[in-house]
């Protein structure tokens, strides 16, 4: 098995990279988290990895965090998830917002991430909640209630511009630029109006 892969970034793109080591290339599937994080092309990076073996098939998913990894590994374990939906799963949600929607049972929040219906997020609460309940992700599960509410806001006004036609790749960079000028407390409206300008 590949656990991690360091080498210098070829190529990458929201889902994919291309990661040279020693006049290797390997093309390696990963969320979106990983790519806002990951180094520039031609930067040496490293990369943790999961490798999928499968009758008809062997890839690599890559992830910047071992929460990351350990998420889609438990991802994985349910009936019904295989890997693009995990992969999907972190590129929407953080690790730490996903374990708390889970833990605390948000099925209406669940059934915002696309590819995940109704017994999708149904079959997640009942199979994770016990196994995420007891695990600890380092940083994620941190965060202060302040920086907790940020982050609820944050993620609803994204999902009110993916409503609207946005991909959660624009949306996100839109919010996030649209943050920058605002000073005082968060609201979903205003990141929206900055958003839409």
Do not use: W
């Amino acid at each position: 098995m590949i656990a991690h892969l360091e080498g210098i970034l070829v190529e990458k793109n929201p889902t994919q990279l291309i990661l040279e080591v020693n006049g290797v290339g390997y093309c390696v599937n990963i969320p979106i988290s990983t790519y806002e994080r990951i180094g520039e092309p031609g930067s040496r990076v490293k990369i943790i990895t999961y490798q999928y073996v499968r009758e008809d098939c062997l890839q690599l998913y890559g992830f910047f965090t071992p929460e990351e990894k350990s998420l889609f590994e438990i991802l994985i374990s349910v009936n019904g998830v295989g890997p693009k939906t995990g992969l999907g799963i972190l590129s929407f949600i953080s690790v730490g917002d996903f374990q708390r929607a889970i833990v605390e049972e948000e099925l209406d929040f669940l059934r915002n991430i696309p590819g995940i219906g109704k017994k999708t997020a149904q079959r997640l609460v009942v199979e994770l909640k016990e196994k995420l309940g007891k695990l600890e992700f380092k940083k994620d599960m941190k965060l202060k209630s302040k920086e907790q509410a940020e982050a609820g806001v944050i993620q609803e006004a994204i999902l009110a511009l993916i409503s609207l036609g946005y991909n959660r790749f624009e949306a996100k960079k839109i919010i996030e630029k649209g943050k920058e000028g605002i000073k005082g407390k968060l609201t979903v409206e205003e990141l929206i109006k900055r958003a839409l300008r």
